[in-house]
């Protein structure tokens, strides 16, 4: 199964899988867990399934997030695409990071990951930034 997993850490893995790319809305999935501050979307219908780990994202997504269906599609997979670009370059360079990116993100924009697999990543991007006050894009990050 694909599998993008964002932690504190931020590790992160894609493994293949063959599903339906429908995507259905998290609130309303059977499978969907929050638990604590861990986000898991996977169902049938999914083609990539989204993990994310990370101590306060969970309230932040639900207290600070544009709703979804805000932004379209396409404006989030090119919000990703820049960020996880940056964020890839940035993996390369840990003594000036810190080690605040421990692994490469493996983002294809040829890929259709749907909509909420691209709008949780886009969102813990924009959390990630804020939070360690970072800038991947070239500009101010605003929830």
Known sequence: MKKIVISLLLIIALASCHFD???VPKEKKSTAEKTS???RIAND??????IIIDSGFNSWLYGNA????FYSESYLENRNQIYVT???NRVMQPQRYNNLYEMQINYDRNIHY??????LIYNYMIYFQITNKQQLGGFVPRP
């Open 21 to 23: 790319k429908n995507i």
């Open 66 to 69: 544009k709703p979804r269906g």
């Open 114 to 119: 749907g909509y909420e697999v691209n709008y």
């Open 45 to 50: 219908s999914l083609e990539y399934e989204v």
């Open 37 to 39: 501050d861990t986000i």
């Open 86 to 88: 940056e964020w890839n």
